[in-house]
T-cell receptor, first 115, second 112 residues
Framework: NAGVMQNPRHLVRRRGQEARLRCSPM?????VYWYRQLPEEGLKFMVY????????ESGMPKERFSAEFPKEGPSILRIQQVVRGDSAAYFC?????????????FGPGTRLLVL | SQKIEQNSEALNIQEGKTATLTCNYT??????LQWYRQDPGRGPVFLLL?????KEKRKERLKVTFDTTLKQSLFHITASQPADSATYLC???????????FGGGTRLMVKP
């Protein structure tokens, strides 16, 4: 039973390029969350998605960032026109159901470096 | 504003001792609190969940307490081992939903 998968594990982009981060949740999980972790800081919630729906994007920057979780395929976090401040580890997590007591299972993260 | 505070300084203890980590929060009324472990370069791994109506939860060498009056959770590792060295994160639910808010984490170093 594979865990949450993220790719790429490492991504290097130059300023102004686009970054696409992919997340495949655990089998049977229909809820996906994206978090960002800056160096020496905690995890910051970005967005919560279910299949084909964005449930909560209150932690997402208003510009340049978007996320989707299509009916088929992985969830995608897209960062357009990256800047150096976007350099961080981006973690995806999944859970099987919605509920106040659901554990989230995290992927290994994608480390984005913007040159 | 809402805050979750964990001791940002690393906790260094000797192998075999009990490690105690603290998580304090303000302006939250969480239905539950979770603790995660994070190793360098890895994603967080779930350890324990404690509900607002539970005072204490145990799992093997781990024990978590939850005091909603003090707005504090304590995380204990008994008989600590060097393999317990990691960063430990506490997380609260936001508005009784799925979204978690994490503290900054405390790094634990267990020396042999």
């Amino acid at each position: 039973n594979a865990g949450v998968m993220q790719n790429p594990r490492h991504l290097v982009r130059r300023r102004g390029q686009e970054a696409r981060l992919r997340c495949s949740p655990m089998k049977g999980h229909s809820h996906v969350y994206w978090y960002r972790q800056l160096p020496e800081e905690g995890l910051k919630f970005m967005v919560y998605l279910q299949k084909e729906n964005i449930i909560d994007e209150s932690g997402m920057p208003k510009e340049r960032f978007s996320a989707e979780f299509p009916k088929e395929g992985p969830s995608i976090l897209r960062i357009q026109q990256v800047v150096r401040g976007d350099s961080a580890a981006y973690f995806c997590a999944s859970s099987p159901r919605q509920g106040v007591q659901e554990t989230q299972y995290f992927g290994p993260g994608t480390r984005l470096l913007v040159l | 504003s809402q805050k979750i505070e964990q001791n940002s300084e690393a906790l260094n203890i000797q192998e075999g001792k009990t490690a105690t980590l603290t998580c304090n929060y303000t302006n939250y009324s969480p239905a539950y609190l979770q603790w995660y472990r994070q190793d360098p370069g890895r994603g967080p791994v779930f350890l324990l969940l404690i509900r607002e109506n539970e005072k204490e939860k145990r799992k093997e060498r781990l024990k978590v307490t939850f005091d909603t009056t003090l707005k504090q959770s304590l995380f204990h590792i008994t008989a600590s081992q060097p393999a317990d060295s990691a960063t430990y994160l506490c997380a609260l639910d936001r508005n009784a939903g799925n979204m978690l808010t994490f503290g900054g984490g405390t790094r634990l170093m267990v020396k042999p």
